[in-house]
């Protein structure tokens, strides 16, 4: 008996597109990805059995959702789409004692009303169902057992079953939120970008002093950990017909998982200018079951001294610092009476941060002798003039709607030389 296979979607944050595919690669067999993964915009498509769904869902740190494609087919009316959603035989999915819940997105659908298309295939999941079992679901919009995606271009109408359910960014862990929390997949792209793998050779420690919650400080321990990213939560998949005679390769699949954890071989760093914040993150990395393996710390990022290392283990600094879209800079830079005269405007905090943090880190940073570097997330483009630094390479990235660049900084002794900067095409 051949095993199913499905064409599968992971949507991804444009930019992190090359990343996710190399994540696939890594985290699928021969086996289980029976073509591809190949990169497209805005996510990475490949065939690939129902255990890859599960093992992606499991481990995949920089895909939004898992999504498998079962119809697809031009369209000219919201008719035609409920003639495609009528073609599938939906009591191989569920029961009609389970529910449903159909989200649209559209880009360039010449369709009137993205509501009414949701409708139609709503009623084409009911209508099938009626005609199978004699009975028809019910919708349940905030935990369906059976969530679907719509995606529509100007022609072709794409639906997907939802094997994740709640998006991947949801680790199972956060509780403890600040003011404008990171999604636990930007971190993980921001670390990927880095390349940054919790080892002594790639990355080596890390050190996050704008910690927030400790998304990032988090995220990374788990990396270092080797603790899968969906070991905490539950996933729409395991409340479907298909993958119910899978349920003991899914026990067996993280159980598999959790034997690989490990301790950390790097040491992890965290602080935040707002104590409140710091005790936030801990408790987060408690429930990760990492909080052992992270020192936190309160101060301002512009006063905390560097982390101690052994001389020949090299540092990452990791910050989704304070900006204006974002959230309100504290500390020194926050500090009207810091200044001479007063601030006349409450960007001017933002712009005296970064200046003084670079000169922090010159004084802080640039002694050791296996070298720091930085990664600094942010929406100014002009960042490396302000900061009086330049720049050794600038990777696009989007924290939601805010465009960003996450800029590289080689911290070495006198940090003002300029080294080549890296061309990604995206100044």
């Known amino acids: ?8 979607f992971l949507p991804c944050p444009a930019g992190v597109e090359s990343w996710l595919e190399a994540e696939v690669r890594e985290i699928l ?60 035989d939906w009591s191989e999915w569920i029961t009609p004692r389970q529910t449903l819940r159909v989200d649209t997105t559209a880009q360039h659908s010449p369709l009137h009303s993205l509501n009414f298309a949701t409708l139609r295939v709503k009623d084409a999941v009911c209508d099938v169902m ?32 939802d094997s994740s359910g709640e998006p991947l960014f949801k680790r199972g862990w956060r509780e403890d939120k600040g003011d404008a929390p990171l999604k636990e997949t930007l971190a993980a792209a921001m670390l990927a970008a880095a390349g940054w793998k919790g ?57 598999e998982a959790r034997a690989a954890e490990h301790a950390p071989a790097v040491p992890l760093f965290a602080s935040d200018v707002a104590f409140r914040m710091v005790d936030f993150a801990r408790r987060n990395a408690q429930r990760a079951g990492v909080e052992a393996y992270i020192q936190f710390n309160g101060g301002d990022a512009l006063e905390r001294p560097a ?23 504290r ?5 009207r009476s810091n200044f001479e005269g007063g601030l006349s405007e409450e960007r001017d905090a933002g712009d005296d941060f970064f200046p003084r943090l670079s000169a922090h880190w010159k004084r802080a940073y640039t002694q050791h002798p296996a070298g720091w570097t930085a990664w600094l997330l942010c929406p100014e483009m002009k960042l490396p003039s302000k900061m009086r630094l330049k720049e050794s390479r600038r990777v696009p990235m989007w924290n939601g709607p805010i465009e960003c660049r996450l800029f590289k900084f080689d911290l070495i002794a006198g940090s003002a030389r300029k080294p080549s900067v890296e061309s990604d095409g995206s100044r």
């Open 331 to 335: 500390g020194k830079a926050g500090n």
């Open 130 to 161: 009626r005609e199978v079992t004699g009975e028809r679901p019910s919708v349940d919009t905030r935990w369906p057992d059976l969530p679907l995606q719509l995606h529509l271009t100007e022609q072709h109408a794409t639906l997907y079953v």
């Open 29 to 88: 067999s021969a086996d289980e990805c029976l073509e591809g993964p190949k990169a497209f915009r805005g996510g990475v498509g490949l065939l690939g059995t129902l255990e890859a769904v599960m093992r992606l869902n499991l481990h995949s740190r920089l895909a939004q959702r898992v999504l498998v494609e079962v119809a697809i087919g031009e369209y000219y009316q919201e008719d035609d789409i409920y003639s495609l959603a009528n073609t599938i």
């Open 199 to 255: 080892t002594p050779e790639a990355g080596g420690a890390l050190h996050d002093p704008c910690c927030g919650s400790g998304t990032i400080v988090v995220e990374a321990a788990t990396i270092a950990c080797g603790i899968a990213p969906g070991i905490q939560r539950r996933f729409a998949f395991e409340k479907l017909k298909p993958f119910q005679a899978l349920m003991p390769a899914w026990r067996a699949m993280k159980d």
């Open 307 to 329: 982390p101690k290392l052994p001389d020949d283990l090299p540092g990452t600094l990791m910050l989704n610092p304070p900006y204006g879209e974002r959230i309100e800079v």
């Open 1 to 8: 008996m051949s095993t199913p296979s499905f064409h599968l």
